[in-house]
């Protein structure tokens, strides 16, 4: 069992940053591929950035691409995303994931969810 809470939502300005925080329980933190997905109003849940367990490899959907960095500190069982120059249309609420299989885009295959904090991005 993993518990993924996350924090660092709120309100910010078109054009400004936040950086998501995503603090997950358990000793075998690195052992687990991590996700970030996000639902906007009256969307589905998509796919924003997944990082493998040991942190070399990162992957982005397009729209995010240049604006937004995945990272991890194992030694902190923490992952983070930096969201930069962001725009309206990234308002959502965003959820961390944890998959054991290696990082995805899907969202079936992600094992374990956090509750979600809310990004709000003011034109």
């Known amino acids: 069992q993993v518990l993924l809470v996350e924090s660092g939502g709120g309100l910010v300005q078109a054009g400004g940053s936040l950086r998501l925080s995503c603090a997950a329980s358990g000793r075998t933190f690195s052992s687990y591929a991590m996700g970030w997905f996000r639902q906007g109003p009256g969307k589905e849940r998509e796919f924003v950035a997944a990082?493998?367990?040991?942190?070399?490899?990162?992957y982005y959907t397009d729209s995010v691409k240049g604006r937004f960095t995945i990272s991890r500190d194992n030694a902190k069982n923490t992952v983070y995303l930096q969201m930069n120059s962001l725009k309206s249309e990234d308002t959502a609420v965003y959820y961390c994931a944890a998959t054991p299989r290696g990082p995805a885009a899907l969202r079936r295959s992600y094992d374990y969810w956090g509750q979600g904090t809310q990004v709000t991005v003011s034109s």
């Open positions: 990082i493998t367990g040991s942190g070399p490899n990162e």
